[in-house]
């Protein structure tokens, strides 16, 4: 596995979609490569809200953090993410996890037996795999699928030849981690710092993990000091990490003085590395 530049892409925390709509159009302003939403049962729809966001910007790219998959239809969520690939020119990626059991999260009656879970993520990545391929069935352990409607499914195909997929990953959890195998990309879970990430970085290499394979870290960094900024994400470079992703995720997630406090972050610019002097 080799390692790729880090970019940068910035979590919004929330707020109105015409607010969240407005710190996206900052933040490609502002130099940043990628703007991402999280996704809950209810309130502003995060695919809704990256359709709105690709139609008036050209560069970044747009996806969830995270979808919880195994509560959602994998072919709803497959037309949700080429809708916004075809918008965006074929920018969009989706991170996807089995789906958080917090108390700050509503009751819906899903289910919350975390093997279950895995497995009907699993067959869900296969379906939706399937779909944005131009196929027209799939018949797993979890779901079936089928439609007579080819030209249905060739109008809805992303541009890109292959739609990036996230997945959420927990070292040293061998079943975990080979999942991170079949996609594009790993988030890791469960905390941790650089030490962990670069073992985790060795496991999957050795295990053939494809080249070019994105590795995430998050975390805050200040929006006036460049120098501290740097010096917060350099660790995870040097560990491996290929993005990194600020966040805001104390409550309240929709006050004032988040959305101030959000909005300063993202027009001050990503935490890159600085040029060497003289130059």
Known sequence: MTSSPMRYGVILPGGTAPEQLDQAVLAERSGWDGVFVWEAASGVDAW??????AAVTTRIRLGTMLTPLPWRR????????ATVDQLS??????????GALTTDLPETGEVTDLRQRAGMMDDAIDLMRTLWAGGTSHHGPHYDYHVDRGDLAEAGRPVQARIPIWVVA????????RRVLKCDGVIPGHGGGPDELRAMRAWLTEHGAPPGLDILAEGET????????????EPWAEAGCTWWMETRWEMPHHSPERMQEIRERIQAGPPRRPAPSGE
């Open 74 to 81: 994998p072919w709803k969520v497959a037309s949700q993410v």
């Open 48 to 53: 809704s809200l990256l359709a709105a966001i």
């Open 222 to 233: 200040p929006a006036d000091d460049p120098a501290a900024a740097w010096h917060h994400v």
């Open 170 to 177: 927990v070292w040293p959890r061998p079943k975990s981690l």
């Open 89 to 98: 020119g074929g920018r969009a990626v989706l991170g996807i996890g089995v």
